[in-house]
């Protein structure tokens, strides 16, 4: 049985003939303009030629053509993405790719399970990249399909693009000087139910497993969506804990709230303070983002905003298996 479920309470828009996907109802009107379009980038320095083609299409069309692409793609070292909005309070995207080359089965093996999310979800792009030869396809939030090609391959794409009735056009998708993005609106798209995967957090710690994803940052830094250095920021982190007393394993979540220069000094501070909460053990860190000032909780009222110091301040535990223990549920420091 699938992870998740697609919602069935919603009605496709098509207009024109085209398929939105299931996350999108459009203006009145708009739709964007199919076809492809081809661009040449010359390369500087280390970097190669590179084609890229944008290509759009009806959400019918869509996975044929994906799989056309697929067939591209080496049989090793190929390196998932996904790029999706971000809580981080200092940049509005997250990208994650692969940290490690997997083969092209088990990519495959997980694109078709969460296929259905990943063509009918506005709030996501998920993609795919090698680098011997240079290709990557990347499905964007629009679900147009962005095709980057050594020059060599670009007969290969034009070929699928011609098997697939797809013609090249002078411009496809919208027209940001004419069209009226404004009245586009994103709704979600999957049921939202115990034991189901009910959003991207939930798809993305699969993602982490199966595509071994990695945020792409340097953790070891802190600088905001435009590169610049931020130093010690309040961090906001879910994590899951486990214990295991030899008859029975227990599941439970904490909220954590610290402060630190990096991700990676963030990430250490959880995992010392975890070792203090026995019988609880740290399993993984499920959320880890920057927060505001203004956004922390109550209990951290009298929170400095410039803290000289890098340390835990809130643990909250809720265990998933039991009633809220009001004396293990709460720590400071």
Same mark, same amino acid.
């Not at 303009?33 to 759009?56: A, K, P, Y």
């Not at 997997?102 to 694109?111: A, G, P, Q, V």
């Given at each position: 049985?699938?992870?998740?479920?697609?919602?069935?309470?919603?009605?496709?828009?098509?207009?024109?003939?085209?398929?939105?996907?299931? *996350?999108?109802? #459009?203006?009145?009107?708009?739709?964007? !303009?199919?076809?492809?379009?081809?661009?040449?980038?010359?390369?500087?320095?280390?970097?190669?030629? /590179? /084609?890229?083609?944008?290509?759009?299409?009806?959400?019918?069309?869509?996975? *044929?053509?994906?799989?056309?692409?697929?067939?591209?793609? #080496?049989?090793?070292?190929?390196?998932?993405?996904?790029?999706? %909005?971000?809580?981080? =309070?200092? @940049?509005?995207? +997250?990208?994650?790719?692969?940290?490690?080359?997997?083969?092209?089965?088990?990519?495959?093996?997980?694109?078709?399970?969460?296929?259905?999310?990943?063509?009918?979800?506005?709030?996501?792009?998920?993609?795919?990249?090698?680098?011997? &030869?240079?290709?990557?396809?990347?499905?964007?939030?629009? $679900?147009?399909?962005?095709?980057?090609?050594?020059?060599?391959?670009?007969?290969?794409?034009? =070929?699928?693009?011609?098997?697939?009735?797809?013609?090249?056009?002078?411009?496809? %998708?919208?027209?940001?000087?004419?069209?009226?993005?404004?009245?586009?609106?994103?709704?979600?798209?999957?049921?939202?139910?115990?034991?189901?995967? /009910?959003?991207?957090?939930?798809?993305?710690?699969?993602? $982490?497993?199966?595509?071994?994803?990695?945020?792409?940052? +340097?953790?070891?830094?802190?600088?905001?969506? @435009? %590169? !610049?250095?931020?130093?010690?920021?309040?961090?906001?982190?879910?994590?899951?804990?486990?214990?295991?007393?030899?008859?029975?394993?227990?599941?439970?979540? =904490?909220?954590?709230? *610290?402060?630190?220069?990096? @991700?990676?000094?963030?990430?250490?501070?959880?995992?010392?303070?975890?070792?203090?909460?026995?019988?609880?053990?740290? !399993?993984?860190?499920?959320?880890?983002?920057?927060?505001?000032?203004?956004?922390?909780?109550?209990?951290?009222?009298?929170?400095?905003?410039?803290?000289?110091?890098?340390?835990?301040?809130?643990?909250?535990?809720?265990?998933?298996?039991?009633?809220?223990? &009001?004396?293990?549920?709460?720590?400071?420091?």
């Amino acid at each position: 049985m699938d992870p998740f479920r697609i919602r069935n309470d919603l009605t496709r828009v098509v207009t024109d003939g085209y398929a939105f996907p299931l *996350g999108i109802v #459009p203006a009145a009107g708009l739709v964007p !303009r199919q076809g492809w379009t081809m661009h040449w980038t010359t390369g500087e320095g280390d970097l190669d030629d /590179c /084609c890229t083609f944008h290509i759009v299409e009806s959400l019918d069309r869509l996975a *044929g053509l994906l799989d056309a692409f697929f067939l591209l793609l #080496p049989e090793q070292e190929l390196f998932g993405i996904l790029e999706l %909005g971000s809580r981080d =309070a200092y @940049r509005a995207i +997250d990208i994650f790719i692969g940290e490690d080359g997997i083969d092209r089965s088990r990519f495959l093996e997980t694109w078709r399970l969460f296929e259905p999310i990943f063509l009918e979800d506005a709030g996501l792009a998920v993609g795919v990249n090698a680098e011997e &030869p240079f290709v990557e396809l990347f499905l964007d939030p629009d $679900k147009g399909l962005l095709v980057h090609v050594d020059p060599s391959m670009q007969d290969e794409v034009r =070929a699928i693009l011609d098997a697939h009735s797809i013609h090249e056009v002078p411009l496809v %998708g919208y027209d940001l000087e004419l069209d009226d993005l404004s009245g586009i609106d994103i709704r979600p798209v999957l049921v939202q139910a115990d034991g189901l995967i /009910c959003d991207v957090d939930q798809l993305l710690q699969d993602l $982490k497993h199966e595509w071994l994803l990695v945020l792409n940052e +340097d953790p070891t830094t802190n600088v905001d969506g @435009r %590169g !610049r250095r931020i130093g010690r920021t309040l961090w906001h982190a879910v994590v899951i804990l486990e214990s295991d007393s030899g008859e029975i394993l227990r599941e439970a979540h =904490a909220t954590i709230w *610290g402060t630190a220069t990096s @991700r990676s000094e963030m990430e250490e501070l959880i995992t010392m303070r975890m070792e203090r909460e026995s019988p609880w053990t740290l !399993r993984e860190i499920y959320v880890l983002d920057r927060a505001a000032f203004d956004d922390r909780p109550v209990e951290l009222d009298s929170l400095t905003p410039v803290s000289e110091l890098s340390s835990i301040h809130l643990v909250q535990i809720d265990p998933l298996d039991g009633p809220w223990d &009001p004396g293990r549920g709460s720590s400071h420091g």
